[in-house]
């Protein structure tokens, strides 16, 4: 049975929800220089900030708003046909500094926890596998974690998140417009959001096709969508 130090905060609904309305986990950074300062951040009635869960470097987790109350973690985003994902998800918070103070690679009894507690809740709300997300899953414009350096891979062989195997598709030359547009189809039907399927946008592209290399292609966050980018979409798209 999981126990929890419980850490309490304000910025979360003052109503419950109804159980059957949880069906994501979203995994996220803290982005902050350390475990003490992200509580003080996530506490913070200026910043509205908050997660139902936090883990810090040690395996250690606190519980900082109840599973049936709304945390304030996803801001502005999207998933396949639901908005602001809030209302529908539970948030976990790692501690780390982030991109912009020191990325720093996820500690084993960080992951080993975070394993048990997604597990515990994906049976007990009967979360599907391919609901456990990445904040910049859902929010690709604006959010970076958790980050190429996340074990998703490891998290799926726990059925803890999608992944993809080995593999070997065949596509046949296609031009920079014809791949764009099947890249972002896959995408679409993967769930992912915040783009035209038709129409380009070079800048929100290129963020949104990082986001998606950051979870599944972490050695190659480049923005561009090359072979395997593609390679990859085209089976998860069928997933």
Known sequence: MLTFRTVSTFNCSKTYRNRKDIKFIVIHYTGMQSKRVSILRLQSLR???SCHYLIDRKGKAIRMV??????????????????????YSIGIELVNKGHRLGFED?????????IKICSHL???????????LGHSDIAPLRKKD???????KKMSRKRLGIWYPKL??????????KTRILFFKNLYKIGYRYFNKKKSNK?????????FQRR?????VTGEINHKTLEISHFLAKY
């Open 47 to 49: 910043h509205k900030v």
């Open 66 to 87: 109840e599973d049936n109350k709304i945390a304030w973690h996803a801001g502005k985003s999207k998933w396949r046909n639901i908005k602001n994902l809030n209302t």
């Open 106 to 114: 996820f500690t084993s009894p960080q992951i080993n926890k975070l």
């Open 122 to 132: 994906r049976k007990k709300y009967n979360i599907k596998q391919s609901n456990i």
């Open 146 to 152: 958790p980050g190429e350096k996340f074990p998703w």
């Open 168 to 177: 070997n598709q065949k596509f046949k030359n296609l031009s920079e417009k």
């Open 203 to 211: 800048k929100n592209d290129k963020l949104i096709v990082k986001a």
């Open 216 to 220: 599944f292609e972490q050695n190659n």
